[in-house]
């Protein structure tokens, strides 16, 4: 059996499973995943949410045709849509009795050591008091997930997901992908794809399974979760993928049941 009653969990959702194709938020798929993470607050997990999407459903909202391409018009379209987002989050969290708060975070948050301790901080005080932290890196000011830079420490939210798993000491960290998991190959492309469930060494040759890019809407792929991955392992924190069309799955996850891929730490 994997390892059980994880107490401090970090899930991440992408724009995928946010939003439908037109970039408007997906609010029954929203409202699943909330349900579940409240629950999981219910039994006594301390639980993060690392949230994606902002850009699309700011797109959406703004009646943009398309995702801008422009670096100001993307960060116009992320500081309407986070502000879409956390009145969802906070209106769907509350009518299961939950409260949330909303932090946004940059390359120098976690980069500076005062910083770094003052946000740490700010996480256990959350945590302490029963509130489910939502998080995003600040679009609106940081360029290091829509604008490609030499230095980022972010980057995109899988990687930021692992940092904060990492910075909270988290048992567990959740992706929830547009895939089950990780395959030997592309299984869109290849109808012999294996499924992977266990990983407990990134070698060469898994880091080469990842290949692309994620959707049209969001920024991740595989190798941003492989590189999420080596952060987690290295934490002492162990990573599931999973698919987040099923969100339940969350709980067969946190119960230690094969659900998914799993990177396991070394602890």
């Known amino acids: 059996m994997w390892q059980k ?13 946010l939003t439908h194709d037109t970039g408007a938020a997906n609010l029954r798929s929203m409202d699943r995943l909330i349900k579940v993470l409240a629950d999981l607050q219910g039994y006594g997990h301390q639980v993060i949410l690392v949230s994606s999407g902002a850009i699309a459903v700011g797109s959406a909202k703004l ?80 360029t290091s997930e829509i604008e490609t830079g030499e230095k980022k420490v972010l980057g995109d939210n899988d990687t930021l997901s692992a940092i904060v798993a990492k910075l909270v000491g988290a048992d567990l960290l959740v992706i929830l992908s547009d895939m089950d998991g990780l395959y030997d190959k592309d299984p869109h492309k290849y109808k012999d794809a294996k499924f992977i469930s266990k990983i407990t060494e990134l070698s060469e040759d898994i880091l080469n399974m990842a290949d692309g ?31 987040g069309q099923r969100p339940e799955d969350i709980y067969d996850i946190v119960d230690g049941k094969e659900v998914g891929t799993r990177f396991v730490s070394k602890k």
Request: charged share 25%; net charge neutral; hydrophobic share 40%.
């Open 213 to 243: 890019a994620g959707t049209s809407r969001g920024t991740g792929g595989m190798v941003t979760k492989l590189s999420a991955a080596r952060i987690c392992m290295e934490a002492g924190t162990d990573m599931v993928i999973s698919n």
């Open 63 to 142: 009646q943009l045709p398309e995702r801008p391409r422009e670096l100001r018009m993307k960060q116009a379209a992320a500081a309407v849509g986070q502000s879409r987002l956390m009145y969802i989050y906070d209106k769907f969290f509350a009518e299961y009795n939950r409260t949330v708060a909303q932090i946004l975070l940059t390359d120098a948050d976690v980069a500076d050591p005062v910083r770094k301790e003052h946000l740490q901080s700010t996480f256990d005080a959350l945590l302490e008091t029963g509130v489910i932290p939502i998080v995003n890196e600040n679009d609106s000011v940081s």
């Open 5 to 17: 009653n994880c107490y401090r969990i970090v899930v991440k959702v992408g724009t995928s499973t």
